[in-house]
């Protein structure tokens, strides 16, 4: 392939990283979601968090509903539970067997809808350790939460807290470092010994990709560029987009599309998360013309996360055409309305 092409056709990707909420909202965003992707990874940072299989079943049965009455059957959710100080071990046992393909950790206060996660993993020792035991992969907001840790630096802490050490203790245990933002994390998965098993990942999100801190600070504050983890320096930038095209299957699409109402964002104490599901495949496209590595897209998109979880590859065909979308300034989100991450501006590739 060219690298420099206006039209590119990939086997269809996959999210393994994604919010779609609940209730009302949930239709609206799934719609997006299922425009572009075969299978998405549904976080479980409700409220309450889905902590449990039947929780999760339940859930699960809620999404149907919706993909049913949006004539959607192209589409499949993979579930997560939520682990908490109290998991079981046999709550894991269980989730193997129901099919749930990760759980999350979410250090406790790290981000939206984290106040039920772990206050600190030596409570979860057993259950970590029939993770490992079945295969079950753990899926890490790494981020340490000590209010005395700048919030730019709480990424790199992680690693060497808690990250490092959990590997050394449970080196077969696999783990998905989620929405990478550093360099540190970057080097540390991509130089990361592991006997030839594939015991380590990360996803990285478009955001990421494409925008460094000054973002979140253009002309004034942008409330619609803040997540968690916040945006990086621009050397970090370009670090993980140098991880996202390099061709090493342990890094993968993973979005963080984590919509939260236009009002919950443009508030005094405005919610993290940015929604990026409304054109993701167009923004991930951008960020690898941007480097001339388009051609590494379908990997990234498409291969090296199912084989990861594995779970077989998908089969049909999409394709991407250098054709200028606008994205609109504002969408419906239940009764309510969504900033989409690049809100009235005009991005290069659309899908067909
Ligand atoms: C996510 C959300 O809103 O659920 N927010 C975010 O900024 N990424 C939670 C998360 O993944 O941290
Ligand atoms: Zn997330």
Same mark, same amino acid.
């Given at each position: 392939m060219s690298n420099s092409p206006t039209k590119i056709q990939l086997i269809q990707p996959d999210d393994w990283h994604l919010h779609i909420r609940d209730g009302e909202v949930m239709k609206d965003v799934l719609a997006d979601t299922a425009r572009q992707f075969a299978r998405a990874i549904i976080m #479980? %940072? $409700?409220? #309450? #968090? +889905? /902590?449990t299989v039947d929780l999760a079943k339940a859930y699960q049965e809620r999404i149907q509903a919706n993909l049913n009455a949006l004539g959607v059957t192209s589409f499949t959710p993979l579930m997560t539970l939520y682990l908490t100080d109290n998991t079981s071990v046999d709550e894991v046992h269980k989730a193997k067997a129901a099919g749930i393909v990760g759980f999350k950790l979410y #250090? !406790? &206060? !790290? /981000? *939206?809808?984290?106040? !039920?996660?772990?206050?600190? $993993?030596k409570h979860c020792h057993a259950a970590l350790e029939a993770m490992q035991a079945v295969g079950m992969p753990l899926l890490v907001h790494?981020? +340490? *939460?000590? !209010?005395?840790?700048d919030i730019f630096d709480r990424e790199a802490v992680f690693i060497d807290a808690v990250l490092e050490p959990l590997r050394k203790k449970l080196p077969e245990l696999k783990i998905v470092f989620e929405h990478i933002t550093t360099k540190q994390a970057a080097h540390y998965v991509r130089d990361? +010994? /592991? &006997?030839?098993? %594939? *015991?380590i990942a990360a996803t990285i999100t478009p955001q990421h990709l494409l925008m460094n801190r000054n973002a979140i600070f253009a002309g004034g504050i942008r409330p619609?560029?803040?997540? $968690?983890p916040v945006l990086k320096r621009e050397e970090h930038r370009v670090a993980l987009l140098e991880a996202a095209t390099s061709g090493n299957s342990r890094f993968f699409l993973g979005t963080d599309s984590a919509p939260h109402a236009k009002g919950a964002k443009e508030a005094a104490c405005g919610c993290a &998360?940015?929604?990026?599901?409304?054109n993701a495949l167009g923004l991930y496209a951008e960020a690898f013309e941007s480097v001339g590595k388009l051609d590494k897209l379908e990997g990234f998109a498409s291969f090296f996360g199912s084989d990861f979880y594995t779970l077989p590859r998908n089969s049909k065909t999409v394709t991407l055409v250098k054709q200028p979308q606008s994205i609109p300034a504002q969408l419906p989100l239940g009764d309510t309305t969504i900033v989409p991450l690049r809100a009235g501006e005009t991005i290069a590739w659309s899908l067909v």
């Amino acid at each position: 392939m060219s690298n420099s092409p206006t039209k590119i056709q990939l086997i269809q990707p996959d999210d393994w990283h994604l919010h779609i909420r609940d209730g009302e909202v949930m239709k609206d965003v799934l719609a997006d979601t299922a425009r572009q992707f075969a299978r998405a990874i549904i976080m #479980p %940072n $409700l409220k #309450p #968090p +889905v /902590t449990t299989v039947d929780l999760a079943k339940a859930y699960q049965e809620r999404i149907q509903a919706n993909l049913n009455a949006l004539g959607v059957t192209s589409f499949t959710p993979l579930m997560t539970l939520y682990l908490t100080d109290n998991t079981s071990v046999d709550e894991v046992h269980k989730a193997k067997a129901a099919g749930i393909v990760g759980f999350k950790l979410y #250090p !406790a &206060g !790290a /981000t *939206t809808n984290s106040d !039920a996660g772990v206050s600190d $993993l030596k409570h979860c020792h057993a259950a970590l350790e029939a993770m490992q035991a079945v295969g079950m992969p753990l899926l890490v907001h790494g981020e +340490v *939460t000590h !209010a005395d840790i700048d919030i730019f630096d709480r990424e790199a802490v992680f690693i060497d807290a808690v990250l490092e050490p959990l590997r050394k203790k449970l080196p077969e245990l696999k783990i998905v470092f989620e929405h990478i933002t550093t360099k540190q994390a970057a080097h540390y998965v991509r130089d990361a +010994v /592991t &006997g030839g098993k %594939n *015991t380590i990942a990360a996803t990285i999100t478009p955001q990421h990709l494409l925008m460094n801190r000054n973002a979140i600070f253009a002309g004034g504050i942008r409330p619609h560029n803040y997540c $968690l983890p916040v945006l990086k320096r621009e050397e970090h930038r370009v670090a993980l987009l140098e991880a996202a095209t390099s061709g090493n299957s342990r890094f993968f699409l993973g979005t963080d599309s984590a919509p939260h109402a236009k009002g919950a964002k443009e508030a005094a104490c405005g919610c993290a &998360g940015c929604y990026s599901a409304f054109n993701a495949l167009g923004l991930y496209a951008e960020a690898f013309e941007s480097v001339g590595k388009l051609d590494k897209l379908e990997g990234f998109a498409s291969f090296f996360g199912s084989d990861f979880y594995t779970l077989p590859r998908n089969s049909k065909t999409v394709t991407l055409v250098k054709q200028p979308q606008s994205i609109p300034a504002q969408l419906p989100l239940g009764d309510t309305t969504i900033v989409p991450l690049r809100a009235g501006e005009t991005i290069a590739w659309s899908l067909v």
